[in-house]
């Protein structure tokens, strides 16, 4: 399985005037996908893309990339990151864009997908697609003001209709998107059901834009499955990624995994995380990782249960020492779902 997989993943794929060299990307994920993460990522490798975390359309054209906690970066990681952006004002996600595209980023990426209740309280993310029309005229805008590659990632819509994601699909590639990430899910559902793979297919063949799949890939199987069942041309890594940093290294370049990575690339993170952060951010950043990242392992809630009591970094990494002393057991297959 592991060759077909990496057969199937490291192949170049042309998203507007770019082109990426393996079809495994990292999907944006809000307090997990930040600059510090993202060097634990690169540690690694293996990844065509990596996007950034959600960042409010409205706060870019003033934030600071020296100090913001969203908006930054390394300059060395821009050439494959792309900077996902949040809101539903056409005019502010078009100032957005310019400025992502003078920094330099690989692309833009317009969040229709988020269903949480602060984004969706105000108006944005998946609630912008209960009004197709201005889902439509942000996509038109956005690509009107900027040549870099335009991406758009969302959900299925606020009905179980797969004809009606693909119609948006195609209002999306009609209004200039380069590239879709499509997750097949409702929006109040909050990932407790399945995601419905064959709704990617109707997605994908609706349209002639490359679409990256989304949606519950925790093993290498899954991954060969969401390709070879839906036919999508790239697949978009959300939680396992947050899990297992090195997953894009393991399943495009064969980077064996070692029992001691878990425990070598908890503590990394510490340390990136205390470069990028002030102590509580740097905290409340890795307990969020912690989550994931416990569900490794069969008894995992044990560990995320003591980092989360944790009152600060210092004692997560006696935490961590100690829960490695004896090589705990793995999941065959994480749940992510554990603590619900
Ligand atoms: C904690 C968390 C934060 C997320 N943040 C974002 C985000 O900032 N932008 C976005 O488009 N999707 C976000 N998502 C959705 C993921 O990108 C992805 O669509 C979802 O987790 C399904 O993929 P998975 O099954 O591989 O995790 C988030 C999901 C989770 C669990």
Known sequence: MQNNLAELLNRNLNIGQKTIANRLVMAPMSYLGHV??????????????????MCSAKRIPTENPQTSAFFRWRETELPRLVCQIVGNDPDKMVVAAKRIQAEGFFGVDINFGCATGTICSHSGGAAVLKNPALAHQIVASVREAVTLPLF??????????????????????TAGADALTFHPRVAPDRRLRPAKWPYIKMVKEAVNIPVFGNGDVFTGDDCLRMLQTTGCDGVAIGRLGIAQPWVFAAWTGGLTVKPELYRDTALYLVKLLERYFDETQALRRFQRFAYYFSANFRYGHTLFTRIRAAADLQRVIGVIERFFQTPP???SRPNMNFFI
């Open 36 to 53: 510090a993460f993202r060097e634990l990522l690169a540690h690694f490798g293996g990844y065509g893309l990596l996007f950034t975390e």
């Open 152 to 173: 758009v990632k969302f959900r299925t819509g606020w009905q179980d209709d797969p004809q009606h994601a693909a119609m948006l699909a195609q209002r999306f590639e």
């Open 329 to 331: 057991e793995l999941s």
